[in-house]
């Protein structure tokens, strides 16, 4: 509206609110059915004397109650990567990728049309809240180097790809390669999203050995969790909600703790799809190496022809080649159909695992009661009541008996729900047991 028109309209808006009403009302009967005017046209159009001449009752407007129900598919599986230096300063290793290839991989996203989803949108999606894509990826960069501003993020802006990079405080603002306050800064302006990892870095379920007492530990471990967020809080004057776990190290108390902390999610280095059902404070990550491509592929194929890499042998396991050795059931992202399906892998490739140190985990029923034949090495769990999600992930931690160290297994599998409606359902559901029943025995 230009200035002679608000000036009219200022004019009449001293008269009563009936009066404006009359007015578009004239409006209409004087254009009839022309192209309409411009609404300070109308205004200046009618003579105010012939205004008080009709009669008319406003009505209220009437507007909907609820506003309109987001429709949101509880079917979509979204893989979180992880990444640790972005540099081609040294060779690449496991936790160093080289800047090429970092940005071949963010270009392969953009051609595979695998959208790229900030971490608050996967929250909003499980608070029901927003529509994410059928299969989607989160970018995350743990530690806090600098080649994170100032390699990785130029690549970033060009792709316009949200990320979460989780930084410990006391590395931050060190000597040489960590980033200072104002290039993190620099990142969140640019919609990185601050999150935490830790104060020190140190693993947070072995130091317990260096406590005397479980209060002195669990005060440390306020400080580690808790601590690392207020200061990262203080410092930059942004939220900061989410965790990750130093050398992806967790436990039941430790997920407490970070829940206490404040936090709205941690994720681990689990190599699995997140989904609907994935704990808030256990999602899973693929940490994306340097030196080979196995999370990569893991991480980037959908099934079918969606992603980027299919594999049909692909295990989705997260650590290394032994690993890829274990039978699992059902395999890895493979569809079955049974809605009551047990279970199971063989572990007989560790020697005697002690059945205290393993533990199931499965998505939407937290730790379950799984059995281990310590025997035969395998351990088995039924699901209890009938699957209703699409994707299942499963985690196995256990302690490798032959260095004491920690193993962790992951992978996720398919239901397809709609072959529960069909009359051969039962017939099906047998034949998958037998299949299951072979693989096992061989
Ligand atoms: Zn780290």
Known sequence: MDFNGLRKLTKLKTKKYKNIV??????????????????????????????????????PIQLPETPPKVIIDK?????????????????????RIGVEKFRSQMQ????????????????LWKEDKKPIPENCVIITIDDGYDDIFDNALPILKEFKYPFTFYLYTKFLGGSGRTLNESEVKELILSGGELASHSTSHDFLIRARKNFSDQNKYEEWLLREIKGSKDSLEKIFGVKVNSFAYPYGEYSDLLVSKVQEAGYHSAVTVNGAKANYASPMYELPRYIIHGNNDINWKAGTSFGGNVGLSNQTNSSNVSTNEEVLKIKFWPRAESEIIDRLPEIRADLSEFNSIDSQKITMKVSGFGVVPSDFDEDKGIIKWRVPRKLRVKSTSVFLSFVDPLDETNKNISWSFNLNLSAYYLPEYGENVKKERELMENIFSQ
Not at 23 to 52: A, H, N, Q, Y
């Open 22 to 59: 009359h007015v578009i009302l004239v409006c209409f009967s004087i254009c009839g059915c022309d192209r309409p005017k411009s609404s300070e046209e109308f205004i200046s159009d009618v003579p105010v004397e012939e205004i008080k001449k009709v009669e008319l009752v406003a009505k």
């Open 75 to 95: 079917s979509s599986r979204v893989t979180i990567l992880g990444y640790h230096q972005i540099s081609d300063r040294g060779s690449p290793s496991e936790m």
């Open 108 to 123: 392969s996203l953009k051609d595979a049309g695998v959208k790229v989803i900030s971490h608050n949108d996967y929250l």
